[in-house]
């Protein structure tokens, strides 16, 4: 590649092929099984966040180590294997690397059940972390490659839901679990049922072609992921939002896996409590900001994709207002109502966020770039966000006591809001010579 600042085939007319397009049916029907496997992928991952304090009293581990369970031991390999994961699904077919990638993590969840200590969790928690690197990269570009540009936000929100469905089966099911048949049963019976959506999803979906939506030519050229770096480093726009989601990610996944127990220890709720009102909260709230997001920067970006981005970033910004009375009310119901608000507005940049980075990557880049703005948000999201939350509690304790986790969310939440709110308002000024850069590369 002569000129990493130009990606392939832009402005081109696609090579005429037999089947280069895919029926409506078709792309419906890939999209919500994409959607669906999702929804496997959150609750595998975010069951474990209502499930730590019955793993804390069987173990007897301190706060940090539950911050390194549920974030760095199933991080740390999730984010450095799904760079080279992506290289291989921009060159392989996709479907298959879903369903492969479907079967390692459900596999993995099930094995946790059966952990003796808190090693050998974590290194289930690795596996699963193994697993679910190989499916949000090819899964970005197979739906980038259905969608055309001014559907692609709304396609991604679709897709999201799949987050919010995911953490409210998770919540709600995890909760009754772990509080009438134990957390390791709980893990079995999540982890079981993903073998056989892999193998429904390998038999079913169809393999788009590659650069379908956008009227580009796939000259099936191939790409390192340093100069699939440089080009998208060379976009200011994609810097931004990468850091902008990268910090919040890092706060959500703090209050994702401390939430809970915050809510136990400060407002005396059980885990059943915990696991009804979070899951109904946060499904609902989170399903309407991603599709709600996603829908909104299509209409808004229509006329300006930099009036989309600063819609997200006001987003951002109002949502931290509630940060305060979400840590400081004393009533539990109260703050779970206040906690809906502020969960929908900060996840109304991400559907825009996966989809601008589709669009400012060539065809044979998508998966790549999406790994790579995935490698920045769960590194700052998944690898230090309930680590710094954890060891922050444990920290506070000495003059917190019991109300340490409450301090420590509420330190985390009020530094990172106006930040995020400002990465969005920086990409927004640079979004639009970006994308015009490469419409006429």
Known sequence: MSDPTAPPGAGKAPAPSSGSQMGRRARRYALVLIATVYVFNFIDRQ?????????????????????????????????????????????????????????VWSAMTALSGAAANIVQLSMARIGVGIGE????????????????????SLAMGIFTLGISLGIMIAYLGGGWMAQNIGWRQALVIVGVPGLVLAALFRATVTEPPRGMSDGRADRGERFRVLDVARYLLDRKSFVHMAVGAGLASFNAYAVLSFFPSFLERSHGLDLQQIGVYLG???????????????????????????????????????????????????????????????????NMYLATTFAQTQGLAGVRMRSVA???????????????????????????????????????????????????????????????PDLARVAVS
């Open 47 to 103: 069951i474990l966040a209502i499930l730590l304090p019955a793993i804390k009293a069987e173990f007897g581990v301190a706060d940090w180590v539950l911050g390194f369970l549920a974030g760095p031991a199933f991080a740390i390999f999730y984010v450095t294997l799904g760079i080279p994961i992506a290289v291989v699904a921009d060159r392989w077919n996709r479907r298959n690397l879903i369903a492969i990638s479907l079967t």
């Open 370 to 432: 999406s790994s790579l703005l995935l490698f920045v948000i769960n590194v700052l999201g998944l690898g230090f966000g309930p680590l710094v939350a954890g060891w922050l509690s444990d920290w506070l304790a000495a003059t917190s006591g019991s109300e340490s986790l409450r301090y420590s969310l509420l330190i985390i939440g009020a530094v990172t809001g106006p930040w995020i709110a400002f990465h969005f308002y920086a990409a927004g000024r640079y979004i639009e």
């Open 133 to 152: 690197a190989g499916f949000a990269p090819p899964a970005h570009s197979m739906i980038a490659d259905m969608y055309p540009p001014e559907r692609r």
């Open 280 to 346: 109904l909260i946060i499904g609902i709230s989170t399903g309407i900001g991603f599709v709600g997001g996603g829908y909104i920067a299509d209409k808004i970006g229509a006329k300006s994709q930099r009036l989309a981005l600063w819609t997200m970033s006001a987003a951002m910004l109002l949502g931290w207002v509630f940060v305060f009375p979400l840590y400081l009310l004393t009533d539990p119901f109260v703050v779970i109502a206040v906690f809906f608000l502020p969960s929908l507005l900060n």
